[in-house]
Structure formats: structure tokens, C-alpha cells
């Protein structure tokens, strides 16, 4: 009896977990076009808003008035909560006067009179804005790379105080590694800073002081380029045996404190800043600003060296500075899947260079690789629509008795060779597939700038003129009509009809490189499910002429 209870269960829970599967996705993209969408656009508004207040502050300067310097202007406290083996918070008026520029291969990097990176500006073509503008990486009050806080309170405020002098007003980068000397010499010692600046716009950090202290260096707060929800930002850790720590924005209650560590970074979907370290183990507090966002400071006592980066996240970049840099970029529970699949992609990308053709071929070789799993399923579903009537006439004639009804189906299921969860399994296996493949086109900066055919110059935004999202909608919809599926409540079948529409709408403001992959994969479905039931119409049409072949041969006996 368990048996047969087990069979109806089957047949039960494949139609409630089929259906919560599509309802899932319904509900992923309904947030993003309800909730993500509007907390993006608010992003951006905020993002003009500081831009216009920076622009202020240059025309001021330009006039003839000097902006305040943040000598005037900081002040250094020990707040009730904080740990006192953390860096003081400071608060500052962030005016400063720039004292050294570097110009690198694709960017241009600005050092101010704290010596810190206060500005990095994308160069090159391939980053810029809405409006065609250079990109930087920064706004004007957050915490910038490179800031040293000493522990020593007193000494902190004079830092802030005193301007640091640079051995370059202006260095080029662009051909060959540069060096720049950055002194500050203070009452009870002098902080040095030298660095190495390389065409590609990472360096090498030797920071020192004369006499023994202790204080803190940043890699800076997050860039301030492109954080949505679509993606994770916030701080990473790389620890000692290569696992990651991901603190994201907003998360953080109270100031962490992290040994072991071998790398730290603040990034966005796109963009990151870096300090690491890979042959010494770093002690790292992260503490929270007034948004409970990460800042992350490294414990230094009298001299460190280290390495930084910051620019994109451009997987070739890392894995050149060091193949463990990679982890920096993360794509969330299934990285595991994603990481694989993005190697895959930049194989494809090195022979077909185009973004677009290899999201094509990419998700053409992903539908291969699980062709045995999705025709198992088609085949069961084809066969379950065959035996729907004979399904319903049992189960009519055992209304009154589930158990013989469970019973009789479990013998016609048998003796058929269908199995009821066969068409539910392989949509419910290919679902990590799907995210893994989201993340990586959610993440992977490299489709910046990339066109594809005609119309698609950048896969990275949205289509401009919605073809792709229609055409997808398209295939789901004609997916969903030679799809075989027994859905039998009202409700159900109504959501099912709506599904290419809902999607179709949310799809419009989709990355195209991603809507190409949905459209792709839902093509080769469409291709597949039509050839899987042209192969069940001639076999039953065989089953037909030998059923009549075997009837005459009957009558002529």
C-alpha cells in the first residue's frame, strides 16, 4: 500500500514542485523589476547628486577661492562602542588639494595632500558613462585608499593637519613602472610612503614611520560606479587558506576583527580597490560607517609591504597580478558552478572574439551537456500526455478508492515505462545552471562596451530597443504551446498562460547579454521539444499501423 500512496505523492508533488519552480522565477524577476529597479534609479540619483556637488567645488577653486583644506577641518574621536584596537574615526570635510598625478596605461590616478588615492579616472573609451564621460571610480566624502589612521589619538589629529609632500608633481606610468616618494613629517615621527606604479594600475606599497608606531592603512571604501542589486558589494577577505569573507553593504553591526588574512578589497559589481599580501598574513578590523557598510583597515606596526590594485574587475587583470586574486571576483552560492563557467566563456571568447557569439555558443554547449537530461524529460512528459486519458478513466473509475486508483496507475506507469517525476527532475537540476550562468553575466565586466550584431552595442545594459526581451517572450511562448503538460487547476493554467508576458516585461530591463542567453536556450528548447514530439508522433503512427495490422491479421485467421 505504501507503494501506491507513493506513486499518487509522485504525481503530486511533481505538478506542486514544477509549479513553485516557475512561480520561483516569476517572484526573482518580479523583485528586481518592483524592488531592484526603483533602489537602482534612486542609486543613480544620489550618484548625480554628488557628482554636481564635486563639480561645484572645482568651479569654486577655478574662481580664484580656495576649497577648505582638511587640516581646517578634521577631527579625530573615540567613539563608546568602538574596540580600542581599532582605527579612530575620523571626520572630515573632504576638500583636498591634489600634489601628485599618475598616468597609467587606462587610467589616471590623483594623490591628495593626505597622501591618499583621491581619485582614479578610467581613460579609456570602453569605460564611461550614460553621458560618455571618463568614469571615476570614486565620490567626494568617502574613504579613500591609501588613508593612514594612527592609533595614537593625538598624533591622528596631527596627521590630518599636516601636508604631505610628494617627489612627483606628475608621473607616466603609461610605458614603464614609476616611482613616487610620499613623506609626512610629523612632530614625533615621519610617515613614508614609496611606490611602484605599473602601466597596468597596480602598485607596490612600502609604508614606514621613523619611530616605532602603530597605526592603520585602507584600501579605501568600495568604488562608488555601479552598485545595484543585481550584484553583490561591500568588502572581501582572502583568507590564509584561500576561503572568502564577504561582509556586504549594510550588514555590518559592530567592528570585526580578522587574522590570518592574505587580501582585502572594497568592491562593486564592476569595480574594485585592493591591498594584499600573499607571502604574509594581515590583521584586518572592518568597521562600520553610518550606513553599517564595511570599511576595512590593516593593523601596521611601523612598516608594511604590500601590493594594491584598483580599477576593474577584469578576470585576465587578477589573475596577472596573482591567479588567487580572482577570488575578488565573486558570484554568490553558486560560485562553485560559475567559476567553471566563466572559464569557459573566456576560452570561447579567445578563439570567436565576441562577446556575443560566445554567450551563443556558450549556452549551446551547456544545452548539449545536459541534451540526456532535458530529452529524458521531454520523453516523459510525452509520455505522460499519452497516458493522460487512460490516467483520468482510472482514476474516475476509483474515485471512491485512492488505493487501487494509486495501484492501477503504478502497474499502467510500469508497464508503459513512464515515470512521474521524470518531466519535473531535469528542470529542477538545470536551476543552479541557470543562476550560475545569471551571476556570471551579472558580474563579468568584460561584456562592458562589447556589442554584438547591429543594434547591440553594449551587452551589459539593457537592449535599446527591446527585441531581444520580445523575441525571448516569443520562444516561451511557443515553448509553452508544444510543451506537453497536464495542468489541470484553473489557476495553475492561468498562471502558465501569463508566464511569457510577465516574463517578456521584466526581461525588458534585463542586461542584454543576459536576455541573449534566455533567448538562446529558450531557441535550441524550442528545437528540441519539436523534434522529441515529431519522434512520438511517428512512433505512435507505427504503433497505429501495427495495432491495425495485427487486428486484420486477426480477421483472416
Request: charge should be positive; glycine fraction near 4%.
Given at each position: 500500500m505504501g507503494m501506491t500512496n507513493n506513486t499518487l505523492n509522485k504525481q503530486d508533488t511533481q505538478k506542486k514542485i514544477l509549479i513553485a519552480t516557475i512561480i520561483s522565477f516569476a517572484f526573482f524577476i518580479g523583485y528586481d523589476f518592483l524592488y531592484l529597479q526603483p533602489q537602482q534609479q534612486k542609486i543613480e540619483q544620489e550618484k548625480k547628486e554628488q557628482l554636481a556637488k564635486e563639480q561645484a567645488s572645482k568651479t569654486i577653486e577655478a574662481n580664484g577661492t580656495t576649497a577648505p583644506m582638511v587640516a581646517n577641518t578634521v577631527e579625530t574621536t573615540l567613539t563608546n562602542n568602538q574596540d580600542a584596537n581599532a582605527a579612530p574615526v575620523v571626520q572630515i570635510n573632504d576638500s583636498n588639494e591634489i600634489i601628485s598625478t599618475i598616468k597609467t596605461k587606462t587610467t589616471k590616478i590623483e594623490i591628495d595632500s593626505l597622501?591618499?588615492?583621491?581619485?582614479?579616472?578610467l581613460t579609456t573609451n570602453r569605460y564611461q558613462d550614460e553621458e560618455h564621460q571618463a568614469i571615476k571610480l570614486f565620490t567626494p566624502t568617502q574613504l579613500r585608499p591609501l588613508e593612514v589612521r594612527f592609533m595614537d589619538v593625538a598624533l591622528n589629529n596631527?596627521?590630518?593637519?599636516?601636508?604631505?609632500?610628494?617627489?612627483?608633481?606628475?608621473?607616466?606610468?603609461?610605458?614603464?613602472?614609476?616611482?613616487?616618494?610620499?613623506?609626512?613629517?610629523?612632530?614625533t615621527t615621519t610617515l613614508t610612503k614609496n611606490l611602484t606604479i605599473y602601466p597596468d594600475g597596480n602598485y607596490d606599497l612600502d609604508v614606514a614611520t621613523t619611530t616605532k608606531q602603530n597605526y592603520f592603512?585602507?584600501?579605501?571604501?568600495?568604488?562608488?560606479?555601479?552598485?545595484?542589486?543585481?550584484?553583490?558589494?561591500?568588502?572581501?577577505?582572502?583568507?590564509?587558506?584561500?576561503?572568502?569573507?564577504?561582509?556586504?553593504?549594510?550588514?555590518?553591526?559592530?567592528?570585526?576583527?580578522?587574522?590570518g588574512i592574505h587580501a582585502v578589497s572594497a568592491f562593486d559589481r564592476y569595480y574594485a580597490t585592493v591591498l594584499y599580501n600573499f607571502d604574509k598574513n594581515l590583521q584586518v578590523t572592518l568597521m562600520n560607517d553610518n550606513t553599517s557598510s564595511p570599511q576595512a583597515f590593516i593593523h601596521v606596526m611601523n612598516s608594511a609591504n604590500l601590493h594594491g590594485y584598483v580599477g576593474p574587475k577584469e578576470y585576465k587583470t587578477l589573475e596577472a597580478l596573482d591567479t588567487?586574486?580572482?577570488?575578488?571576483?565573486?558570484?554568490?552560492?553558486?560560485?562553485f558552478i560559475a567559476k567553471p563557467m566563466f572559464a569557459m566563456l573566456e576560452y570561447i571568447y579567445s578563439y570567436v572574439g565576441n562577446w556575443g557569439w560566445t554567450i551563443v555558443i556558450l549556452t549551446i554547449l551547456v544545452k548539449l551537456i545536459l541534451l540526456p537530461l532535458?530529452?529524458?524529460?521531454?520523453?516523459?512528459?510525452?509520455?505522460?500526455?499519452?497516458?493522460?486519458?487512460?490516467?483520468?478513466?482510472?482514476?474516475?473509475?476509483?474515485?471512491?478508492?485512492?488505493?487501487k486508483a494509486s495501484m492501477h496507475m503504478m502497474e499502467l506507469y510500469k508497464k508503459e515505462g513512464a515515470n512521474p517525476m521524470g518531466g519535473c527532475l531535469p528542470i529542477i537540476l538545470q536551476i543552479p545552471v541557470f543562476f550560475a550562468i545569471y551571476r556570471v553575466l551579472i558580474n563579468a565586466i568584460e561584456l562592458k562596451g562589447s556589442g554584438w550584431i547591429l543594434w547591440i552595442d553594449d551587452l551589459s545594459v539593457m537592449d535599446p530597443y527591446f527585441i531581444l526581451p520580445i523575441l525571448m517572450g516569443a520562444?516561451?511562448?511557443?515553448?509553452?504551446?508544444?510543451?506537453?503538460?497536464?495542468?489541470?487547476?484553473?489557476?495553475?493554467?492561468?498562471?502558465?498562460q501569463w508566464l511569457p508576458v510577465v516574463f517578456t516585461v521584466f526581461?525588458?530591463?534585463?542586461?542584454?547579454?543576459?536576455?541573449?542567453?534566455?533567448?538562446?536556450?529558450?531557441?535550441?528548447?524550442?528545437?528540441?521539444?519539436?523534434?522529441?514530439?515529431?519522434?512520438?508522433?511517428?512512433?505512435?503512427?507505427?504503433?497505429?499501423?501495427?495495432?491495425?495490422?495485427?487486428?486484420?491479421?486477426?480477421?483472416e485467421k
Open positions: 597622501g591618499r588615492i583621491a581619485q582614479i579616472t596631527e596627521a590630518f593637519k599636516v601636508k604631505v609632500e610628494a617627489s612627483s608633481k606628475e608621473l607616466d606610468a603609461s610605458n614603464g613602472a614609476v616611482k613616487l616618494t610620499l613623506t609626512q613629517k610629523l612632530q592603512i585602507t584600501p579605501g571604501f568600495r568604488p562608488n560606479v555601479l552598485v545595484d542589486a543585481y550584484a553583490d558589494h561591500g568588502a572581501l577577505l582572502i583568507k590564509n587558506d584561500g576561503t572568502l569573507n564577504i561582509v556586504e553593504d549594510e550588514d555590518l553591526d559592530k567592528n570585526s576583527d580578522f587574522v588567487r586574486l580572482t577570488g575578488v571576483i565573486e558570484y554568490g552560492w553558486f560560485t532535458s530529452h529524458k524529460g521531454m520523453v516523459s512528459m510525452n509520455r505522460l500526455k499519452e497516458l493522460a486519458p487512460k490516467i483520468k478513466a482510472i482514476q474516475e473509475k476509483y474515485s471512491d478508492d485512492k488505493q520562444t516561451m511562448y511557443i515553448q509553452q504551446k508544444i510543451t506537453p503538460m497536464q495542468v489541470q487547476d484553473e489557476m495553475q493554467a492561468k498562471i502558465f526581461f525588458l530591463w534585463f542586461p542584454a547579454g543576459l536576455t541573449l542567453y534566455w533567448f538562446i536556450n529558450n531557441l535550441v528548447t524550442v528545437s528540441q521539444q519539436y523534434y522529441v514530439n515529431k519522434l512520438f508522433q511517428k512512433e505512435k503512427a507505427l504503433r497505429h499501423e501495427e495495432h491495425l495490422a495485427a487486428k486484420h491479421h486477426t480477421k
